[in-house]
């Protein structure tokens, strides 16, 4: 079984910067890509970052330059550190990992349960 569980996530205000962490558990053979998704009320879930095993980054527009994801392999654990939050970066923040359980199983998508982040202006 495998877990994904977010933290870091409370209230900021307009400016300041918040700290996400995502920890991977279970059975985990090889895990791939990792990344961060969104979703505000009312709102379809929307990509936000991800990184590759290397440590090739990509990111939504809306978050470039000021958000940066970065992962601890030997740990299972990928980061969001977000920097200038705004009010519509508001949403609840979901971890999603790319992975394999063991030898000869397909690759699938694993997401944890999702942490609040909240921006006041």
């Known amino acids: 079984q495998v877990q994904l569980v977010e933290s870091g996530g409370g209230l900021v205000q307009a400016g300041g910067s918040l700290r996400l962490s995502c920890a991977a558990s279970g059975s985990i053979w090889i895990m791939n890509d990792m990344g961060w998704y969104r979703q505000a009320p009312g709102k379809q879930r929307e990509f936000v970052a991800s990184i590759t095993s290397d440590g090739i980054t990509n990111y939504a527009g809306s978050v470039k330059g000021r958000f940066a994801i970065s992962r601890d392999n030997a740990k299972k654990m990928v980061f969001l550190q977000m920097n200038s939050l705004k009010p519509d970066d508001t949403s609840v923040y979901y971890c999603?990992?790319?992975?394999?359980?063991?030898?000869?199983?397909?690759?699938?998508?694993?997401w944890g349960q999702g942490t609040q982040v909240t921006v006041s202006s």
């Open positions: 999603t990992a790319n992975l394999r359980t063991t030898w000869g199983v397909p690759t699938s998508d694993y």
